[in-house]
């Protein structure tokens, strides 16, 4: 019988299905429901030490449907928590109390100053939460305070916190990368050299929804006007899995061991699967919890195991990053297809003179075979 039971970066985790930072983690409440419900662990809504600098607007969400209506793209200007910091410790401590063996992870975000970092992470651990994620990601709004994506696009500036942040946790830290750069492997690279245990991937992607034809005003709009704001959704998922792929193959060749949790557009077990083939060790949902409701892990457990059993795999390390070893070069590709075509043309050559492979004979095929070997 396969589990789903896996050991991340020394976290106990019942099975690899994390809620991603965002609302589906807002409070205490419903980080419980999460717990209740059976996912392995939840991401918090990210925090930062003055909410009072946090104020939300909306419309904050706008939505792609296909024809038939269906959500497939999602888009939010939405900012980190607004709720108050010692709200927050409170609420950390209830859910330690009342779920010993639950796996509550932090998202923590601060300025660039090293003060407020270490204290952020000294005040959080205290409260028994099983890890940290960094939140470099944001795409809007934090930025315009030199935080979020402003930091995750500035990999020395990235590294320095991470330092920081390593120098006072007890406890494993992951970076949360930005997608919104040219090279996310130099990110990973940047956060792991620092001594993160892990990262990761994706947040979500700048992006600008649409237009209003008829106002002619970009959406979402807030009082006629708007913002970029952060794409994510099934609509993500091929560049998700593109970003994880280059992220597991740096882990693979410069920091074996490290982790990678792996984000976005993740609906499905077998959406799960994809991104485990490629290498995270864990997957996170944030807009699907949305979509569909905190018991989708339960479909989405058998979906992963039922995978597992029709390929053999005990565990999820049996298939960690198993897909990365088909990727190549173009010029490669060129080449297997060449020794394809050449070995088709053979085979077809040898039919042609009636040969057929010894181990395919049903019959007196000798008889004709050895006519069509013979030299006379
Ligand atoms: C409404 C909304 C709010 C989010 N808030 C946060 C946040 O506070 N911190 C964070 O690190 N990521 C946040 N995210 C990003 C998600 O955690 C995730 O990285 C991204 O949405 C891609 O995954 P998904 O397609 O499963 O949603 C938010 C996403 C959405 C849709």
Redesign the pocket.
Known sequence: MPTLETVVDGIKLPNPFII????PGTNGNVIGKALDEGWGAV?I??ISLDSSKVTNVAP??ARLRTASKEIIG???I????DRPFQTWLDELKMLKDKYPDGVVIA?I?EEYSKDAWIEIVERVQETGVAGF?L?F??PHGLPERKM?AAMGQDNAIMHEVCKWVMGAAKIPVWA?LTPNVTSVAHGAASALSAGCQGV?????ILSVMGVDLETLRPEPTVEGYTVPG?????A??PI?LRMVKEIAETIRDKYPGRSLSA?????TGKDAAQFILLGGDTV???????KFGYDMVKGMKDELLSFMASKNFETIADFKGHSLQYFTTHADLVKRQAEAKAKAAEAKAAKAKGVVKDGEWKGDEFVQQSDALARG
Do not use: D
């Open positions: 991603g930072s965002g609302p991401i809504k990210t904050r969400y999602w888009q939010n939405e900012l980190i928590s998202s975000m994620e939140n990601s944001c979020g949360k990761a991937a994706i947040n979500t952060g794409y994510s959704c099934m993500v998922k998700a984000i976005g557009g993740i609906e996170q949902v944030c807009t699907g919890v949305m």
